[in-house]
């Protein structure tokens, strides 16, 4: 048998990062990984190559904004929080998150 993974599924780190930074506010990425995990009960982790393109695109995107702060521990992190764009677009990956969860339970259930 295989590794166990807990790989998020590829398309849901948009709307993990956009959903955190909602109820959170601004944050730096370590902070953002650490607070999907913890949400998560540790079923989740997003590994830094994963998680700086992401940040990247999303700012591309104009989802988020980011700018430069002093972290709690002293230390100099960009900082990334959502934007109206990125609020509307939180919405739409919501409701394409329930439309692919009720067809895997759809197929699921199926006999």
Known sequence: ???NKNDILQGTLTLLVLRVLEARG??????????????????????EGSLYPALHRMEQEGWLESSWDMTERRRQAKFYRITEKGRRQLEEEKESWERLTKGVARVMKFA
């Open 1 to 3: 048998m295989g590794k």
């Open 26 to 47: 601004a944050l730096h990425g370590y902070a953002l990984t650490g607070l999907i995990q913890e949400a998560s009960a540790e079923l989740l982790r997003v590994e």
